[in-house]
């Protein structure tokens, strides 16, 4: 069966990089229609999330150019992760198959064929997997090593390298309809859902216009929805609050303090309770972290919300 293809892009700020974008994504379409490999109404679904530069008018203009290309508008920035769901939802009725991707083109898209390919074959998801992190900076490629270390205590079924550029077909995304949690991992979802899947790799190539808007503050909030995120019967969070509850136990922390810091302890009994403090802390923040993501998922606000449309 030949499949109606949804591109779904989310946008942040991406006026300049747009302009690159849009032409690159029409033209894979146009391609892929050429060769019979989707039908010719597949389309391309752009999702500016709360942009504050032209991006959404640089959609509108593009949506009065091609009718397949459109666009809808987030009321405000909701993360990346809650855009790509927004895409999704909004694709859904209307496609056999999504790929998702950014929009700076760092996710080669020449490997959507070869995506393609693989569903056709049978495979209801397909992971786009870099070959390398060469493009990112010696800090990134170390937060990202010591992340999947991590991440692999919490879910087996991680997949390094992957982020948001995959192939989900109609069924696989009828099913990311039914999960509700409010720390939204897409990669984390994706890989669990035990549907037959396959990856492609690819080399991952610098942005060309703009600049990221994916910020420290931004990465570190996708690692700690990533963490909270796991299939086993223990999780990272899980330890972090056995260990609070065990270390609350032992002292307060002004106790502690008093004996290792405000008495000059030394010896053994000394680093022993300057030890138990600083777990203490450890533990301590541990429980903040659980609280603070057992409140957003109890608050069950929506994830986000659409103030405008192309339709």
Not at 11 to 22: G, P, R, S, V
Not at 110 to 134: A, D, N, T, W
Not at 187 to 204: L, N, P, Q
Request: proline share 3%; glycine share 8%.
């Amino acid at each position: 069966m030949v499949p109606r293809l949804a591109i779904v892009v989310p946008c942040y700020n991406e006026e300049k990089m747009l302009k690159l974008c849009i032409p690159v994504c029409r033209s894979m379409l146009d391609t892929l229609r050429t060769s019979g490999k989707i039908k010719a109404d597949s389309f391309l679904l752009l999702v500016d999330d709360g942009s504050e530069d032209g991006t959404w008018k640089a959609i509108v203009d593009a949506h009065l150019r091609d009718e397949n290309v459109r666009g809808i508008r987030l009321s405000r920035n909701f993360g990346q992760q809650n855009a790509l769901y927004a895409g999704l939802m909004k694709v859904l009725p209307e496609c056999d198959v999504s790929v998702t991707m950014d929009a700076d083109l760092q996710d080669d898209i020449e490997v959507l064929p070869e995506m393609i390919e693989k569903y056709r074959k049978g495979c209801e998801i397909v992971f786009g997997v870099r070959k390398s992190r060469q493009a990112d900076t010696k800090m990134k490629r170390l937060a990202a090593d010591i992340f999947y270390r991590c991440k692999k205590l919490t879910d087996p079924h991680t997949i390094p390298d992957h982020a948001d550029y995959r192939l989900m077909s109609r069924r696989v995304m009828e099913s990311l309809a039914l999960y509700k949690e409010q720390n939204l991992y897409l990669r984390g979802i994706a890989t669990d859902m035990g549907y037959k899947s396959a990856c492609v790799f690819y080399e991952r190539k610098p942005r060309k216009a703009g600049k990221s808007s994916y910020t420290f503050k931004k990465m570190a909030r996708l690692a700690e929805s990533g963490l909270l995120y796991g299939s086993g019967d223990f999780s990272l969070a899980g330890c972090f609050l056995v260990a609070a509850a065990v270390l609350m136990q032992i002292g307060t922390l002004t106790r502690i303090w008093k004996r290792a810091v405000h008495k000059r302890e030394c010896g053994t009994q000394g680093k022993v309770n300057a030890g138990f403090c600083v777990l203490s802390v450890l533990g301590q923040a541990g429980m903040l972290f659980l609280g603070e993501a057992i409140l957003k998922e109890s608050r069950r606000r929506p994830r986000y919300l659409i103030c405008d449309s192309t339709d």
